[in-house]
């Protein structure tokens, strides 16, 4: 698993597919929380850090495609 201090607030999120899923809000334990911005209904959503594969040059590459990605994600 990466180190989660590697992620850093504002950073793109794409799925395994180079799809933008995302925009890092913070990483909240075990759970990248997303910016509201990017959410449909105006809720913080959140990816579990299991699913990164790594971060490179800022952004936060996973390991699941964005489709797939984004029906793994939790609300709040």
């Given amino acids: 698993m990466v180190d989660a201090s590697q992620i850093q607030e504002h950073a793109n999120i794409i799925g395994a597919d ?3 899923v995302g925009t890092v809000d913070k990483v909240d334990g075990h759970r990248i929380k ?7 209904d105006g809720h913080h959503h959140y990816i579990s850090m299991g ?5 490179e040059d800022g952004t936060v ?8 990605a984004v029906t793994m994600e939790e609300s709040k």
């Fill in 18 to 20: 180079g799809v933008h």
């Fill in 34 to 40: 997303l910016t509201k911005k990017d959410s449909g």
């Fill in 51 to 55: 699913l990164v594969a790594e971060v």
């Fill in 61 to 68: 590459r996973l390991s699941a495609n964005s489709d797939v």
